[in-house]
């Protein structure tokens, strides 16, 4: 008799298409098991632009499935999870010589009315002499206007779709990386490497679908052992994070000289987020780091517009990640589409897999609709799509009930300072209240590890959100790195390696 249950799904990759994916799988009935070789959202997914957009810029480039598909999902995303998603206002200034008023307008209109808005405003045109948003900018910028998009933290909403997709019945192993797929009569036989260990355990499911983003190419040409594989563009893309340049909660969306645009959002309180750029990357998409040619575009692209220059001794930190564009064989970086390609591979009859190229965080819903019908084609159909009107982990409020969510967190633990309390609703929604459990005292939550982190949330995010490392909490489920000084890294990292060592002591 065999031993190892077949699943029905194999997921290759914990990014949001992957978790998504499990997500709709495992809420439709289907058996599925994913492997992230790192942390969850460790790969693109944590390096995004972090909005939820119908991208204004794709008009150019005639992309208006997406777009269209893109807008809609906004309202849809904002609902299922108001705590990690909120709409933003973007301030487009109107700058001489470059995309002349009507077509900016003309683009403005199809945004505001091909894509189903109910809840977020439509666009206006601001006098910059006038309005705020005018005063941290050069005099010239006189004429701007503003629209409505969103913004989304992305980790989190990767986690929280693999939390949803585990309660859901879903196995999810972080850490764990897919080295060997082979068919066998029917099914997949995948050994899965445990990092840590390097141990291998195999896993057997009747179809893969190869969730790696940027790895897409490499999971096909190593682990499943095909030749010639090219797929995707990599395109890597790099954002810096300054001391805040404005007060305004608007973001600005600026237009460069060279035909790109770059946004400066308001970032984690306390400081403006800048990005992105475009350009061709070959290696290992772990290693993307923003070179110094990026950071002297960005600093430059910002301060042709801001009064204040951004300066390199300005910034904080600074990310990359690398984007898996389909390849179309587009010849600059910034024209490769952004839409998504799903391709099934299934020689005569034999176990499927199915490769996702492109796609968008936004979109990340309806690339697990789009998924889950090619799985229907070979698995039969189970469950109905449900995913448009379920709130995620911690989501279940209304979309503008952030405010009173705050206020009852308040109320159950009075000992909360009010940006404590905020903080904490916007990452874990209505589940703050189950991080905080019976706490009545400040000192009920643990030890303290600088900023306003305690062991009560380190613990949660160890039980609850696959948190492993030091790095896992502060820089992908929370931005708390921001706040923490060296020292303080380190003991956290002492402290949840203590603590990782006793959670296995005791399994
Ligand atoms: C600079 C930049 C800005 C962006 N801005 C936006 C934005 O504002 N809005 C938006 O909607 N989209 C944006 N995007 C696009 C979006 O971020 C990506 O399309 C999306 O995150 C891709 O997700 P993914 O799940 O396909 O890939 P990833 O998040 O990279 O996930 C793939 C995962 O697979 C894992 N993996 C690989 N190989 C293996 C293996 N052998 N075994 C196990 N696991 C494996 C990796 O570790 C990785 O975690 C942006 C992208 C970039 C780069």
Redesign the pocket.
């Known amino acids: 008799m065999d031993a190892v249950p077949i699943h029905d799904i194999f997921v290759?990759?914990?990014?949001?298409?992957?978790c998504g994916i499990a997500r709709d799988a495992a809420g439709r009935g289907y058996s599925v098991f994913l492997?992230?070789?790192?942390d969850l959202?460790?790969?693109?997914?944590s390096?995004?632009?972090?909005?939820?957009?119908g991208g204004l810029r794709y008009l150019e480039h005639y992309e208006f499935r997406l777009v269209r598909e893109a807008l809609m999902e906004r309202e849809v995303l904002w609902k299922a999870a108001p705590h990690i998603i909120w709409p933003m206002r973007f301030v487009l200034p109107y700058a001489k010589g470059l995309r002349p008023a009507w077509l900016i307008r003309l683009g403005l209109f199809l945004y505001d009315h091909i894509g189903g808005r109910k809840l977020l405003p439509p666009t206006r045109t601001l006098d910059m002499t006038r309005d705020p948003a005018g005063k941290p900018l050069k005099p010239l910028f006189r004429k701007a206007f503003e629209y409505s998009d969103a913004w989304v933290n992305?980790a989190r909403l990767v986690v929280l779709n693999a939390r949803d997709a585990a309660e859901r019945g879903a196995t999810i192993r972080t850490r764990?990386?897919?080295v060997r797929a082979r068919r066998e009569t029917g099914h997949w036989t995948i050994d899965v490497e445990n990092l840590p260990d390097k141990t291998v355990e195999t896993v057997k499911a009747r179809l893969i679908v190869n969730?790696?983003?940027?790895?897409v190419d490499?999971?096909l040409a190593g682990?499943v052992g095909q030749n010639d594989v090219h797929n995707v563009r990599l395109v890597q893309?790099s954002h810096i994070v300054v001391q805040k340049k404005f007060d305004d909660p608007r973001a600005y969306f600026f237009q460069n000289k060279d035909g790109r645009i770059i946004f400066a959002i308001p970032y984690e309180g306390d400081f403006t987020l800048i990005?992105?750029t475009d350009q061709d990357y070959l290696g290992d998409p772990r290693e993307a780091k923003i070179t110094d040619a990026e950071i002297d575009y960005l600093c430059a692209a910002a301060s042709e517009y801001f009064v204040e220059p951004v300066r390199r001794k300005d910034i904080a930190w600074t990310y990359s990640?690398?984007?898996?564009l389909y390849d179309d064989g587009a010849s600059k970086a910034q024209e490769a589409t952004r839409d998504y390609v799903l391709k099934s591979d299934v020689p005569d009859g034999q176990a499927a897999i199915v490769n996702?190229f492109g796609?968008?965080?936004?979109t990340y819903r309806r690339l697990a609709e789009s998924m889950l019908e090619k799985v229907e084609e070979h698995l039969g159909k189970r469950g109905k799509p449900w995913t448009a009107s379920a709130p995620l982990p911690g989501g279940d409020f209304p979309a503008t009930g952030f405010a009173a969510e705050v206020a009852k967190l308040k109320s159950a633990y009075p000992f909360l300072d009010l940006g404590h309390a905020q903080r904490l609703t916007r990452l874990y929604g209505t589940r703050a209240k189950t991080l905080l459990g019976l706490a009545r005292s400040q000192s009920d939550l643990g030890r303290h590890f600088g900023a306003d982190l305690y062991e009560a949330e380190v613990r949660y995010l160890m039980n609850q959100e696959w948190a492993v490392t030091a790095e896992d909490v502060l820089w992908r489920r929370t931005k708390r790195g921001l706040k923490l000084t060296p020292e303080q890294t380190n003991a956290l990292d002492r402290y949840m390696s203590g603590a990782r060592g006793a959670i296995a002591a005791a399994e």
């Open positions: 290759i990759g914990g990014g949001i298409n992957g492997a992230e070789m790192n959202a460790s790969g693109t997914s390096g995004s632009t972090k909005l939820i957009h992305d764990a990386k897919v969730a790696a983003g940027p790895w490499r999971v682990a893309g990005g992105t990640a690398v984007r898996p996702i796609g968008k965080i936004t």
